[in-house]
């Protein structure tokens, strides 16, 4: 398969379903119009839990190597159809193609990968007279929401390890990204039974009816803080199980025994892959004294040379800003750095006049309690820090009402590894950042989220825990 078309229905029940309305899905590169989404009604969402409902039953009983095969069968799907689907993602989410594949083919890995993971059973007990056993059983229908940086990648995060347990999913993408996963939607009907896998599509009230929905039985979401506090209220109204994977704001403390010439790029780039736009990326980065200007100038040395562009042109290594509304929370942080008086090394107020295109941003030593410092921008803004003191910048790295990730880089991993020990995050990298694998752990800590992707710890997630005892020797009369 080369090309889509440009008809873009929901999956429900295994057939296509075309919204009650539809809503425009632009290309943030020149804001022209892509598509048009399926805007689904409350009906349509009443129809795909009923239809996930439906399949649950059986999808359960279907033995787990089955569960196991059609879990790889969607990577197939996903690997087959890279080409037009990478295409589509770079059109709506604005990343470039090599990153659109990357995000594709990211979510063939976890599914595939996801799929050799088994569900443990504990034997408790197995004496003469009882046997006892902890199983892990899927809990129903799974509503899993997606945000828009990796649009595919997320969802397949979710869909693997939900439906390798056993439960049966409504998924739901961001209204700035949702074709590539209606597409994907579309590519599996034939694959999985139906009703195992619903894709739906909508506005702004889908989300809280989804999580307010009194036949969903756990919410998967992946998105910000605010919207998270708002989903595990809804959710509470009848105790739903949740995961929540939130915003961040990752330090990356740099100490002075680095190689400047060969970390600065690594550094880029882990500030500003896919522009900025990674719960993961290295949003503070504090830099010891000694290291700080020679840094300073490898890095803008390096920045210099990259180029920001629409994703679908050849060359291009940045997009832009997905979408408006996150265009103006950025440029909102640039404008405040900017009446602050804050010392700016490169970049700044955006002035392209079609596009979200914000330039290579970078601040030099900006106040602690700045919000530049402060707040989570998801976007190509990167805040310089300089220390003395390693205890003061773990303190600084700490004092954040965010634990997603942290960074901390040196030629000494085991005196790294001492500091990375007392950041308070759920991944901690030593020279390095942002790998993740589908076999580890992934959680958020204090604000970041509730929870874990991803590994044994992910896959249990989707599942109720069930002690089973069998007495054997009847009770005497
Ligand atoms: P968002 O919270 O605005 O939206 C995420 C999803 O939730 C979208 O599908 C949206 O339609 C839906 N939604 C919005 N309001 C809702 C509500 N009240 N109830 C239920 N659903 C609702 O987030 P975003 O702007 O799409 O994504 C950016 C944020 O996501 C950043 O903060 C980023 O750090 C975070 N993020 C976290 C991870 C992680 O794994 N921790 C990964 C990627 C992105």
Same mark, same amino acid.
């Given at each position: 398969?080369?090309?889509?078309?440009?008809?873009?229905?929901?999956?429900?029940?295994?057939?296509?379903?075309?919204?009650?309305?539809?809503?425009?899905?632009?290309?943030?590169?020149?804001?022209?119009?892509?598509?048009?989404? @399926?805007? &689904?009604? $409350?009906?349509? /969402?009443?129809? #795909?839990? *009923?239809?996930?409902? !439906? =399949?649950?039953?059986?999808?359960?009983?279907? @033995?787990? &190597?089955? $569960?196991?095969? /059609?879990?790889? #069968?969607? *990577?197939?799907?996903? !690997? =087959?159809?890279?080409?037009?689907?990478?295409?589509?993602?770079?059109?709506?989410?604005?990343?470039?193609?090599?990153? *659109?594949?990357?995000?594709?083919?990211?979510?063939?890995?976890?599914?595939?990968?996801?799929?050799?993971?088994?569900?443990?059973?504990?034997?408790?007990?197995?004496?003469?007279?009882?046997?006892?056993?902890?199983?892990?059983?899927?809990?129903?229908?799974?509503?899993?929401?997606?945000?828009?940086?990796?649009?595919?990648?997320?969802?397949?995060?979710?869909?693997?390890?939900?439906?390798?347990?056993?439960?049966?999913?409504?998924?739901?993408?961001?209204?700035?990204?949702?074709?590539?996963?209606?597409?994907?939607?579309?590519?599996?009907?034939?694959?999985?039974?139906?009703?195992?896998?619903?894709?739906?599509?909508?506005?702004?009230?889908?989300?809280?009816?989804?999580?307010?929905?009194?036949?969903?039985?756990?919410?998967?979401?992946?998105?910000?803080?605010?919207?998270?506090?708002?989903?595990?209220?809804?959710?509470?109204?009848?105790?739903?199980?949740?995961?929540?994977?939130?915003?961040?704001?990752?330090?990356?403390?740099?100490?002075?025994?680095?190689?400047?010439?060969?970390?600065?790029?690594?550094?880029?780039?882990?500030?500003?892959?896919?522009?900025?736009?990674?719960?993961?990326?290295?949003?503070?980065?504090?830099?010891?004294?000694?290291?700080?200007?020679?840094?300073?100038?490898?890095?803008?040395?390096?920045?210099?040379?990259?180029?920001?562009?629409?994703?679908?042109?050849?060359?291009?290594?940045?997009?832009?800003?997905?979408?408006?509304?996150?265009?103006?929370?950025?440029?909102?942080?640039?404008?405040?750095?900017?009446?602050?008086?804050?010392?700016?090394?490169?970049?700044?107020?955006?002035?392209?006049?079609?596009?979200?295109?914000?330039?290579?941003?970078?601040?030099?030593?900006?106040?602690?309690?700045?919000?530049?410092?402060?707040?989570?921008?998801?976007?190509?803004?990167?805040?310089?820090?300089?220390?003395?003191?390693?205890?003061?910048?773990?303190?600084?790295?700490?004092?954040?009402?965010?634990?997603?990730?942290?960074?901390?880089?040196?030629?000494?991993?085991?005196?790294?590894?001492?500091?990375?020990?007392?950041?308070?995050?759920?991944?901690?990298?030593?020279?390095?950042?942002?790998?993740?694998?589908?076999?580890?752990?992934?959680?958020?800590?204090?604000?970041?989220?509730?929870?874990?992707?991803?590994?044994?710890?992910?896959?249990?997630?989707?599942?109720?825990?069930?002690?089973?005892?069998?007495?054997?020797?009847?009770?005497?009369?």
């Amino acid at each position: 398969m080369t090309s889509f078309d440009d008809d873009f229905t929901m999956t429900i029940g295994g057939k296509a379903v075309a919204g009650a309305s539809a809503f425009d899905v632009l290309n943030p590169a020149n804001e022209t119009v892509i598509g048009r989404a @399926p805007d &689904a009604s $409350r009906e349509q /969402l009443d129809a #795909a839990v *009923a239809a996930a409902r !439906a =399949a649950f039953p059986a999808w359960r009983a279907t @033995p787990f &190597a089955t $569960r196991q095969k /059609l879990v790889t #069968a969607i *990577a197939g799907v996903l !690997a =087959a159809n890279a080409e037009p689907l990478k295409r589509l993602l770079t059109a709506e989410q604005g990343k470039t193609l090599d990153a *659109a594949a990357a995000d594709v083919m990211g979510g063939a890995y976890w599914c595939q990968s996801t799929a050799t993971l088994e569900l443990p059973v504990t034997v408790n007990e197995d004496s003469e007279t009882r046997r006892s056993e902890t199983r892990h059983v899927p809990i129903g229908v799974v509503g899993a929401i997606a945000p828009w940086n990796f649009p595919i990648l997320l969802a397949c995060f979710k869909l693997g390890p939900a439906l390798l347990a056993g439960n049966t999913v409504v998924l739901k993408p961001s209204p700035f990204t949702p074709l590539t996963t209606l597409k994907l939607g579309e590519l599996l009907r034939d694959v999985l039974p139906p009703g195992v896998l619903n894709v739906i599509s909508g506005g702004d009230s889908l989300g809280p009816w989804m999580t307010s929905h009194p036949g969903i039985d756990k919410v998967s979401f992946t998105g910000s803080s605010q919207t998270g506090r708002k989903v595990m209220e809804s959710a509470a109204a009848s105790l739903k199980r949740v995961t929540l994977e939130l915003g961040g704001n990752d330090a990356a403390i740099v100490l002075p025994d680095i190689d400047v010439e060969k970390t600065a790029q690594q550094l880029f780039w882990a500030a500003f892959g896919n522009s900025g736009q990674i719960c993961i990326a290295t949003k503070r980065m504090y830099v010891h004294a000694d290291v700080y200007e020679p840094l300073k100038a490898a890095l803008l040395d390096y920045a210099k040379t990259v180029k920001v562009g629409d994703g679908a042109e050849q060359g291009t290594q940045l997009g832009p800003i997905q979408n408006k509304l996150q265009f103006g929370r950025v440029v909102s942080l640039i404008q405040d750095a900017k009446d602050k008086g804050y010392k700016f090394l490169m970049g700044g107020v955006p002035d392209a006049e079609k596009g979200y295109f914000v330039p290579v941003t970078i601040l030099d030593n900006p106040p602690e309690d700045s919000r530049i410092v402060q707040e989570e921008q998801f976007g190509p803004v990167l805040p310089l820090l300089k220390f003395d003191n390693v205890d003061d910048a773990i303190a600084r790295a700490n004092a954040s009402e965010y634990g997603l990730g942290a960074s901390v880089w040196s030629a000494d991993t085991d005196a790294a590894l001492r500091i990375g020990e007392q950041l308070q995050a759920g991944t901690v990298w030593i020279n390095e950042t942002q790998h993740l694998s589908p076999l580890a752990g992934f959680a958020g800590h204090k604000q970041s989220g509730v929870g874990v992707e991803n590994g044994l710890e992910g896959l249990l997630e989707y599942t109720n825990t069930q002690t089973i005892t069998v007495k054997k020797a009847l009770a005497s009369a």
